[in-house]
């Protein structure tokens, strides 16, 4: 038993020892890596604003020029947020804009580098589907089934501690 729990007291220092520098030098070659252009929303139908923002330019950035010419919307302004190092911007979908997925670029101005980020154009809107997962929900739900089988479930419970109940004060014991 000892020698066991030897071994495997081992095993995870082992693990720890040499997993340690890997998942920091993997967790440091995440954080260089550069943020792109956060649209939003990323479908839109003509007529629609879109915001977009990004904290790839850093933060000394005063502002950045964001390019919506793509779909028709021209050039507009990005200026730096309430959140350190983020610059965001605003831009109106022409009415006129055709179905299809466009390239939102932003540079930034202190370095003049540039960022891309992808707008879907439809010409419905997209309405959200489904329930929101909260962990409160009523007792009724989208699907019958699962509705019955919780019923189900609930009548075997109240049976059985029923009947233990009554076999309890008879003096049969459980």
């Known amino acids: 038993m000892r020698r066991t729990a030897r071994l495997l007291t081992g095993a995870v220092f082992a693990a720890v020892v040499v997993g340690g520098p890997l998942a920091a030098s993997a967790y440091a070659a995440g954080a260089v890596e ?80 540039e960022v891309h980020g992808d707008l879907v154009v439809t010409l419905t809107p997209v309405q959200p589907r489904g329930s929101v997962k909260t962990g409160v929900g009523g007792a009724l739900g989208p699907d019958p089934v699962q509705t019955a089988a919780g019923v189900a479930a609930l009548a075997v419970a109240a049976a059985g501690g029923t009947w233990l109940l009554h076999r309890r004060a008879r003096g049969d014991g459980i």
């Open 34 to 113: 550069s943020a792109g252009l956060e649209v939003y929303p990323s479908s839109v139908v003509p007529g629609g604003t879109v915001t977009v923002g990004t904290t790839a330019c850093g933060d000394e950035s005063a502002a950045a020029e964001g390019d919506a010419s793509a779909v028709g919307a021209g050039v507009f302004t990005l200026a730096p947020s309430s959140r350190e190092g983020e610059v965001i911007g605003q831009f109106k979908v022409p009415p006129s804009a055709q179905p299809g997925t466009y390239e939102i670029v932003a540079t930034c101005g202190h370095d003049g580098r």
